[in-house]
């Protein structure tokens, strides 16, 4: 087994006020990751087109490989239409499709990938069209760590597409929303702690985390709970800061670490991407340890 993370799903442009933006979950967090210093391969696909040259040139200026990433002869590259609500920084997404993303095929260099990766990140949203549904679910069928990343967006929320994901995953990433869907859907408790356990236990898991913005993050390991409080900052939006953080917390999950101290650097990653406009602002760090220098500023007061 290799220590490769294969980030698997949608590679797509965000139109944000200020610009196009390239990102993607899977993309986000594959980019993330290699500024933590992790070995890191997308897969995904792109459409022959202008924009889809692009995404893989910028894949490559930033220290990406783009040999995993299919190009698609009929459908577009992915395009994402972003309003963002003037007080919160929250982003309303329309989700263009059919888009090349929605086709990723399956591949034996893929399975040979899977076969030898440390994690696999995968999410909800890459799993709308059957092509790449399939291709995800062959892929979980590896031994590698599977970290599955709910992005519930309406349309493209399917009850059967999660709980499938669920009952494959190891690790389990949501935030308070989601959690609220899947209570719903599950009859999970009320309480995070306790909704939290009914989930991991209930599709065995290895780990639940819930990010709730401010409020800081809850992580169930094996059964047992931690808390830690999110940052204050002036948030520009929250475009790619759930994906920041979960690069975070699985760099630390790979590396043995867990609890508060692993949340702690996990929310300023994330506080510190929601400072900035766009999913992928520059910086660079020293590994995991060094998200500390990133300036944010104080911890604000869990609710």
């Known amino acids: 087994m290799s220590d490769e993370i294969l980030c698997v799903g949608e590679i797509l442009w965000d139109a944000l006020p200020e610009g196009l933006f390239l990102g993607g979950a899977p993309l986000n967090v594959a980019r993330h990751l290699h500024v933590l210093g992790e070995e890191v391969a997308v897969v995904s696909r792109v459409g022959n087109d202008p924009l889809g040259a692009e995404a893989r040139r910028r894949l490559r200026a930033q220290g990406l490989a ?58 909800s949203l890459a799993q709308r069209a059957a092509p790449s549904r399939n291709t995800i679910q062959r892929l979980c069928k590896t031994d590698a760590l599977r970290v599955f990343d709910i992005n519930l967006r309406p349309p493209y929320v399917d009850r059967a597409v999660v709980e499938h994901s669920l009952r494959a995953a190891d690790v389990v990433k949501l935030n308070e929303a989601e959690l609220s869907r899947l209570r719903d ?9 306790a909704a939290m356990d009914d989930l991991g236990t209930t599709f065995g898991c290895r780990a639940v985390c819930v990010t709730t913005g401010e409020a800081g993050a809850w992580l169930w390991e094996d059964g047992a709970c931690s808390h830690q409080a999110g940052y204050a900052v002036q948030v520009q939006d929250t475009v790619g800061a759930g994906d920041a953080f979960l690069s975070a917390l699985l760099s630390g999950l790979l590396d043995g670490r867990g609890g508060a101290p692993l949340l702690n650097l996990a929310n300023r990653l994330g506080a510190f991407v929601a400072s900035y406009s766009g999913a992928l602002p520059d910086y660079e760090v020293n590994g995991l340890d060094d998200i500390g220098r990133l300036p944010l500023s104080a911890p604000c007061s869990p609710d």
Not at 96 to 102: F, I, N, S, Y
Not at 185 to 193: D, N, T, Y
């Open 66 to 123: 783009d040999a995993l990433v299919q190009i698609d002869d009929s459908l577009p590259t992915g395009f994402v239409r972003v309003a963002l609500d003037d007080a919160t920084g929250e982003p309303d997404y329309e989700i263009v499709e059919p888009a090349a993303w929605d086709a990723i095929a399956f591949t034996d260099a893929l399975q040979q990938h899977a076969e030898g990766a440390a994690a696999l990140v995968f999410g």
């Open 185 to 193: 859907w599950f009859g999970l408790a009320a309480a995070p702690e």
